[in-house]
């Protein structure tokens, strides 16, 4: 890829970013315009801003990843992304809004009147939090990488760095406009290399009905394997190989692997000939650091269509609580308004969504060996270059890297704002302005320091983690808070240790290679079958123990949740103390 054309086009969507905010920053007066707009975003720039920070490195890179690897067996795994935003619009975005909180640590505390479980809730916001920001701020670091050949922690570096200073600069005034802005810039950038892409794959001549059958190398490929890895053949498969495989070392020497499961170890090389089936990770817990995640549809052995359900789970039921999600329906004017939001999400996200499986797609017949070096997530920036070349494929590409770094951007900044607001309320001594800035610089400088040791995971499966446990805390807390009269502040608090806190050991241990293999493993990588349930099911187990500890202003506040604005007072009374 032309270094010029692509640091060009991410220069322009950095200078774009932080020109949009500036215009933020002139309206930006007072704290609730920094925390939520001041409660004047309007459904279309509201709807356009939360797609723009939900769009994340997940689904503009990770999912066209995951149809590379698994082919159509992925094409579900928009869906849940989607399909979030229904149990959202119906159970959920207008009462949140109707609350007046500034946050879900706010709408925690208004609805129980309990600061011990706002501070809880304010654990698990700066947690999710940090868990998403992490992959975005990797993300970037890898398409950083492949543009220019930066080292890998100068991209995070980057976004970090612009993102700190458009939100404390503006607050959410400022990336309001910014998201909205990046949302039609990632559409745009998919868009339209997807359609050159698919006319020249159509007058390629290449296979028509390879979707679903093995990928197949179209040329003599050398491919460099990063991680240990265990791969399965179908057949024998003629090799040149420098490295280690079985435990056996080569240098440049041509071997023959028999079918069946082999073990490449880092760093070897393959050289594999034109023609040949590109072989598939057979991965076994801790012997592949990207074994955890695979094939998530299939029959090999039965815990796959488990580990499918429980990501559907996680996807359908965390949107609702991911803080910076959330925090957008806070700027609201009203529920009504809320609610033709989310209705308008759910239009543009859905278009997006057709997109990148078409990348995952072109990608299986083009650039194939990108599954086995675990480096599938590059599949979207390196398909113009193998399909097209020349100017056009060069200016293609960077046009798809300037998407990408708005991907990286919206969602760090939406995922930055909804952590600094929880830090600069309950963490720092005061919630003025200048304390909202340095929340801001910690809210960002957290996961950029762990990104720089921690193991990069492919960033769709790094994002599932986030969704499986806001699946497990805040959607319990969300639905049983809005719905539920009789819950307690000892039952929220419980349901929240239970419910988000067993997920979010279950998928830290699996990150650390400690789960045993087989059914532990799986039941642990993904948690949401049982600990959404679990998290539910503490919450009205113990506040049906506990009736005494139902909170007093109760039935005020539910009304306030369900009823139109006319009908309740102006001012909740968490706001009027601002």
């Not at 801003?49 to 890179?61: K, P, V």
Request: one cysteine or more; aromatic letters at 8%; hydrophobic letters at 50%.
């Amino acid at each position: 890829m032309n270094q010029t054309y692509a640091v060009t086009a991410v220069t322009a969507v950095v200078l774009a970013t932080v020109l949009i905010g500036a215009l933020g920053l002139r309206v930006s007066r007072t704290t609730s315009d920094f925390y939520v707009a001041s409660r004047t975003a309007g459904p279309r720039l509201n709807a356009a801003a939360i797609s723009g920070e939900y769009l994340s490195a997940a689904s503009f890179l990770g999912i066209a990843g995951l149809v590379l690897v698994q082919g159509p067996a992925m094409l579900w795994y928009p869906v849940g992304y989607t399909a979030g935003y229904l149990v959202l619009l119906v159970l959920v975005a207008a009462p949140l809004r109707r609350s007046g909180a500034y946050t879900l640590s706010d709408f925690a505390e208004a609805r129980l009147e309990s600061p011990q479980v706002r501070r809880l809730a304010s654990l698990f916001v700066v947690g999710i939090g940090w868990l998403y920001l992490l992959p975005q701020l990797q993300g970037a670091g890898l398409t950083l990488e492949i543009l220019t050949g930066a080292p890998d922690w100068v991209g995070g570096l980057l976004v970090a760095v612009v993102v700190t200073g458009t939100v404390a600069a503006g607050g959410m005034r400022s990336i309001t406009f910014v998201q909205a802005f990046q949302y039609w810039l990632k559409l745009t950038a998919l868009l339209v290399p997807a359609l050159l892409l698919a006319a020249a794959w159509y007058g390629d001549g290449a296979p028509r009905a390879r979707f679903d059958a093995p990928a197949v190398l179209r040329e003599h490929t050398v491919v460099r394997v990063a991680d240990t890895v265990r791969v399965g053949l179908d057949a024998p498969l003629r090799v040149a190989v420098t490295g280690t495989v079985d435990g056996v070392r080569y240098e440049d020497r041509t071997v023959t692997l028999d079918a069946g499961t082999h073990r490449v170890g880092a760093g070897t090389v393959l050289a594999l000939p034109a023609g040949s089936a590109v072989p598939e990770r057979a991965g076994t817990g801790s012997d592949d650091p990207l074994g955890w995640s695979q094939p998530l549809a299939g029959g090999r052995d039965g815990h796959q269509l488990y580990a499918t359900y429980g990501l559907i789970l996680a996807t359908f039921l965390g949107t609702m609580g991911l803080p910076h999600v959330a925090v957008r329906f806070y700027t609201s004017p009203h529920g009504r308004a809320a609610r033709r939001t989310t209705l308008v999400v759910l239009g543009l996200i859905g278009a997006f969504y057709l997109l990148p499986p078409v990348y995952g797609f072109l990608g299986r017949v083009y650039a194939p060996e990108l599954a086995l070096t675990g480096s599938a997530d590059a599949a979207v920036l390196v398909l113009p270059e193998r399909m097209v070349g020349g100017v056009l494929g060069e200016v293609l590409g960077a046009v798809l890297a300037g998407g990408a770094f708005a991907a990286f951007l919206s969602t760090a900044s939406g995922l930055t704002m909804s952590v600094a607001g929880v830090l600069a309320q309950d963490v720092l001594p005061s919630r003025a302005v200048r304390h909202f800035r340095l929340a801001t610089l910690l809210a960002t400088a957290v996961p950029l320091a762990t990104g720089a040791v921690a193991t990069k995971v492919p960033v769709a499966d790094a994002v599932g983690l986030a969704f499986a446990v806001s699946a497990s805390s805040f959607c319990p807390l969300l639905v049983l808070g809005i719905w539920w009269r009789r819950l307690t502040p000892p039952g929220a608090a419980a349901g929240l240790l239970l419910g988000g806190g067993s997920a979010l050991a279950a998928v830290m241990a699996t990150r650390a290679g400690l789960a045993p293999a087989g059914w532990p493993h799986t039941l642990m990588a993904w948690p949401a079958v049982w600990s959404v349930p679990l998290g539910f099911l503490t919450m009205v187990l113990v506040s049906l123990a506990t009736p005494r500890s139902v909170p007093a202003g109760t039935p005020a506040i539910l009304a306030r949740l369900h009823l139109p604005e006319e009908f309740t007072a102006p001012v909740p009374a968490q706001e009027a103390r601002r």
